[in-house]
């Protein structure tokens, strides 16, 4: 099992910047991918980011390609979403989840545990 605790979400203005932050506990750390997933009001949760357990591959959703990165300190055993350029629609509940292998994969059922997610709100 893996305890996942997120940390960093808040209110900015759009064009703002904010950095959320995963802190993991369990297995060992650089052994599993790490994902970011988002949940709208109303809407279902989709995928944000993945990062590999080795931090060398890395993909995004279109939606926040170019503007959100997202990394990993594995000495740290944490997970960083950076998000740029944050619009209205980026407003959302951010989880953080861990992937059941090394490499990870944007398909959600793929994920053993999950955070309990940080709010993002972001004004126009």
């Known amino acids: 099992q893996v305890q996942l605790v997120e940390s960093g979400g808040g209110l900015v203005q759009a064009g703002g910047s904010l950095r959320l932050s995963c802190a993991a506990s369990?297995?060992?750390?650089?052994?599993?991918?790490m994902g970011w997933f988002r949940q709208a009001p109303g809407q279902e949760r989709e995928f944000v980011a993945v990062?590999?357990?080795?931090?060398?591959?890395?993909n995004y959703a279109d939606s926040v390609k170019g503007r959100f990165t997202i990394s990993r300190d594995n000495a740290k055993n944490t997970v960083y979403l950076q998000m740029n350029s944050l619009k209205p629609e980026d407003t959302a509940v951010y989880y953080c989840?861990?992937?059941?292998?090394?490499?990870?994969?944007?398909?959600?059922?793929?994920?053993?545990?999950w955070g309990q997610g940080t709010q993002v709100t972001v004004s126009s």
């Open positions: 989840a861990a992937h059941r292998g090394q490499v990870g994969s944007p398909l959600e059922n793929e994920y053993n545990n």
């Open positions: 369990g297995r060992t750390f650089r052994r599993y991918a």
């Open positions: 990062i590999s357990g080795s931090g060398f591959s890395i």
